[in-house]
């Protein structure tokens, strides 16, 4: 099953670079050959937020994309569980390190009009976060995406893993849900693909559906990927047949223009 990725060593990163003072604020830097300007992808991972759930798995994905020709930006940040984890200092983590991405564009040969943002599951929810409040942020990918955090917590996914999240229910802390729900959200600038499988027994793939339709009545640019016999590991595992929809979803947004 592809979910043995999460306890499979990834290949090194060329630099680990800490964007903060806190030991979680941190990303892993791989560079593919060529002298560059090179397209980035910012990878954010899974995990429903909480801190038990590190950034290693996603080296995977990250390696296999640095292998296509990108630069991998593979952030880790604060979680459930760690000091001021969880919603806003999640998402501020994010946001820092972003910035910290073009900060060292120029020492890195890296190509700011060529950044992409993805991110798998809890990941999916903070990418389109991100490109919500963050205008300069112009292409997305959700994969499996925790895409509409009320409904996530309806469904108590991953035994309340929104609720953890956001520091309470959506009567407790209404505007937590309102600033952090990528469903909530107006994404005007920048183009967004949804990826999720059929089979996602973990994140069902209704939330990108519903999310789909639902931004598309907002007139948002986003194409929507339904993989018909894909489960939620599928998405990140380059070992698998999905693997390819992923890399192509990549490499055609990167095509796309600012």
């Known amino acids: 099953m592809s979910e043995d990725i999460l306890t499979l060593t990834p290949p090194p990163a ?87 991405l073009l900060q060292i564009a120029d020492r890195f040969h890296l190509d700011t009009d060529r950044i992409a943002v993805i991110g798998h599951s809890a990941g999916g929810q903070l990418a389109l976060c991100l490109a919500a409040h963050v205008p300069a942020v112009k292409r997305v990918v959700s994969l499996a995406g ?8 309806e469904l108590h996914l991953s035994h309340d893993a929104v609720a953890e999240f956001l520091g309470g229910t959506p009567q407790a802390v209404p505007e937590h849900y309102r600033d952090a729900d990528p469903v909530r959200l107006s994404i005007s600038a920048a183009e967004q693909v949804l990826l999720h499988g059929a089979l996602d027994d973990t994140v069902p793939s209704d939330f990108s559906r519903n999310y789909a339709e639902t931004k598309k009545k907002n007139h948002e640019n986003l194409r929507l990927v339904e993989i018909p016999k894909a489960d939620h590991y599928d998405l990140i595992d380059p070992r698998s047949a999905t693997w390819k929809e992923v890399e192509k979803a990549v490499i055609e947004l990167q095509a796309v223009s600012s």
Do not use: I
């Open 14 to 100: 060329d630099h680990r670079l800490a964007y903060g003072s806190d030991p979680n604020q941190f990303g892993d830097l791989r560079l593919p050959k060529g002298k560059g300007p090179l397209p980035v992808v910012m990878n954010l991972h899974g995990g429903f937020w909480r801190a038990k759930y590190d950034l290693a798995h996603a080296g995977h994905l990250c390696a296999a994309l640095t292998a296509k020709g990108f630069a991998t930006w593979n952030l880790e940040f604060r979680r459930v569980g760690n000091p001021e984890g969880g919603w806003p200092g999640t998402f501020d983590d994010v946001a820092a390190g972003y910035r910290f």
């Open 146 to 153: 925790v895409v509409d955090l009320q409904r996530g917590y």
